[in-house]
């Protein structure tokens, strides 16, 4: 059974930053493009940002230039750098396949931006 582990989440202030990562096991992680999801309070899970098997990344509008997406396919890892952190970036993050989630969702990091 395909399992994401992810980590990273914290208390951080308005600008600040983190660094978010999931670990994938019992799944060809390179066969799969990856994925950020995020849930905020209130609202649906939305893809915030995917990076292909070889490295090519897209991001949702309101990441650009602030979030960071990347993979080590030996390592079976996925990261997401956030900077500039904002408010509305309050939320559980998850990782799945991307655009569309494949596999049971993992138990989410939580971020928490406030000042």
């Known amino acids: 059974q395909v399992m994401f582990v992810e980590s990273g989440g914290g208390l951080v202030q308005p600008g600040g930053s983190l660094r978010l990562s999931c670990v994938a096991s019992?799944?060809?992680?390179?066969?799969?493009?990856m994925g950020w999801y995020r849930q905020r309070p209130g609202k649906e899970r939305e893809l915030v940002a995917r990076?292909?098997?070889?490295?090519?990344?897209n991001y949702a509008d309101a990441m650009k230039g602030r979030f960071t997406i990347s993979r080590d396919n030996a390592k079976n890892t996925v990261v997401l750098q956030m900077n500039s952190l904002k408010f509305e970036d309050t939320a559980v993050y998850f990782c799945?396949?991307?655009?569309?989630?494949?596999?049971?969702w993992g138990q989410g990091t939580q971020v928490t931006v406030s000042s």
């Open positions: 799945n396949t991307a655009p569309l989630p494949v596999f049971s």
């Open positions: 019992e799944m060809i992680f390179s066969d799969y493009t």
């Open positions: 990076v292909t098997s070889s490295g090519i990344t």
